[in-house]
Structure formats: C-alpha cells, structure tokens
C-alpha cells in the first residue's frame, strides 16, 4: 500500500512536471507566432493606408512582403531636425518602444492628444513610383475614449493632400469608437487638407457630416454617438502634424523637393 501510494505521488508529480514544460512551450511559441501576426498585421496596415492594398485584400505573407518591398521605402528619421537617420536599421526598429525609453525619447507640453513622451526617431514610409516618391506614411497615435489609438496617416507628395488613414490596434468599443475601423468612414479620409494656406495643420473630425473633400477639405465626418473618439482622432491629427510632431520633417520634405 505504502510502496503504491509513493509511486502515485512520483507519478503524479512527473506528470506535472511534464505538462508544465508543454503548455510553457505551446505559449512561448504561441506568442512568437502571435508577435509575427502583429506585425504582419501592421505591414497590412501600411499598404492599405498608402493605397497597395485594398481593404479587407487577403494576401499572404510572401504577397505582403513583396508589395511592401516593390512600393515602400521604410526611414527612421530625427524628429527634432526632420533628418534621415543612417546606420540604423529600420524594420528591427520598435517606435512604441522607444517611446516609453526615457534615453530614446522626450517628454513633451501637455496636449489634447495626451501624448506624454515623443520618440526621438521615427519610422516612416516613402511610398514610392518607380523612382519618384508619391507620399509618405506617418506613424500616429493619441487617446481616444477607452486608451490610446495607434495608427497611420499617408499624405501626398505636395504633404499636403491626405492619401489615407488606417487604425491598427485601438479600445474603442465596436459599433462607436471602433467604428474608425470601418471602411466606409476611411474612405472619406483621401483629397481632404491636412495643412492650411500657412501649413499649419488644419484637418479634423467634425460633429455630423463634411461635405465632399472638394468643399469641405479640412473636415471629416464624425463617428455617430462617438464624439469622444472623433474628437481623439483629431487631437492626434492636430499633435502629430504639428511641431512636436512631423512638421519639421515634412518641411524638410518639401524643402528638398524629394517628393513628387
Ligand atoms: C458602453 C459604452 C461605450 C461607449 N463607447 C464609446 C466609444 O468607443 N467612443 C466614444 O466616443 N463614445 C463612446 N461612448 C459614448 C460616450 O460616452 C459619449 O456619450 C459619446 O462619445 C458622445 O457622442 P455623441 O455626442 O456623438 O453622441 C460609449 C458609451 C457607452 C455607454
């Protein structure tokens, strides 16, 4: 009797001992394969915004790579002087992260967008035309109602003309806030202004509805029953194109007629 009870309890104790190891090694791989998704994910994100894929487009990973690497040329720049960075490389570079390291970023004023710390360098996209540079897709991010959103806004070669807008991981609730991601509200997002006559930033989600971007080109539908996230979409817009933000570097852009 004795002699079985400890067998039970060796028997028992290698048996936790072995699923332990497994279910560890199904998450640790499982978050491997989950981190890959997300950045392919973001890659998805990035064509779509710049106008290389369509929406809701299913494409492969192969597919993705390929059009990512045919039409987007990704640079990590200097915020504060708006200059390419060389000797770092761009795809192993996490933004979000360097945002929250107190040596790769600064704190900034007190914004609507309740961006708190700027990253000194930015990964950004030149879209490119065969050899011409057709725009440019800038990283954003800003609170909404539930937390931060994080997403991207392409303009145009002029820097000017909106080419797109896209939300790749936010808490807005479905229905409401979550409705940034419908395709039908990012649709209304290209020809709109985002800078004015003096290129101060000028584009916004408005309470109700714009009219077309040939009327109405600094303004955007709002999200119905969801000003709060409308009004965070705007924030974000307002901070990220402004001098704390990209203005520098889309000045530079203009200034050494890289674009278009
Ligand atoms: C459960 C719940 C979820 C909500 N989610 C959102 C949201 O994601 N975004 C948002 O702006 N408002 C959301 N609201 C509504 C806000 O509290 C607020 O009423 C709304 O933004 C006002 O917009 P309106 O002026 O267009 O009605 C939510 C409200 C409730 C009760």
């Known amino acids: 009797m004795e002699h079985s009870a400890r067998h039970t309890v060796i028997f028992t104790t290698l048996l936790c001992i072995v699923f332990s190891v497994l279910v560890s090694a199904v998450a640790v791989s499982l978050q491997d ?16 915004v710049a106008g290389l894929a369509e929406p809701g487009e299913s494409l492969s990973p192969d597919e993705l790579r ?89 303009l145009d070669a002029s820097t000017r003309t909106v080419r797109g807008i896209t939300f790749y991981s936010h808490k807005e609730t479905p229905g409401l806030g979550g409705e940034v991601d419908n395709p039908r509200w990012k649709a209304l997002w290209p020809g709109r202004l985002a800078f004015d006559d003096k290129w101060e930033p000028a584009l916004r989600v408005k309470k109700g509805s714009a009219g077309p971007p040939e009327k109405d080109p600094y303004q955007v539908d709002g999200l119905s ?36």
Do not use: C
């Open 33 to 48: 394969r989950q981190e890959e998704n997300a950045r392919l994910d973001k890659i998805k994100n990035v064509l779509s």
């Open 225 to 260: 029953g969801a000003t709060l996230t409308s009004n965070g979409v705007t924030n974000m817009i307002q901070f990220w194109l402004g001098r704390e933000g990209f203005a520098t570097y889309l000045a530079e852009l203009r200034k050494q007629g890289d674009m278009g």
């Open 66 to 154: 390929e059009r990512f690497e045919g039409g987007l040329v990704p640079q990590i720049i200097d915020l504060a002087s708006g200059q390419p960075v060389e000797g770092m490389d761009p795809l192993s570079y996490d933004q979000r992260k360097a945002a929250k390291d107190p040596e790769q970023s600064r704190a900034v004023e007190e914004n609507r967008s309740k961006v708190r710390r700027v990253p000194e360098k930015a990964l950004v996209y030149l879209i490119k035309d065969g050899e011409e540079t057709a725009g440019i897709v800038l990283p954003i991010e800003g609170y909404g109602l539930w937390g931060t959103l994080y997403g991207y806004l392409a």
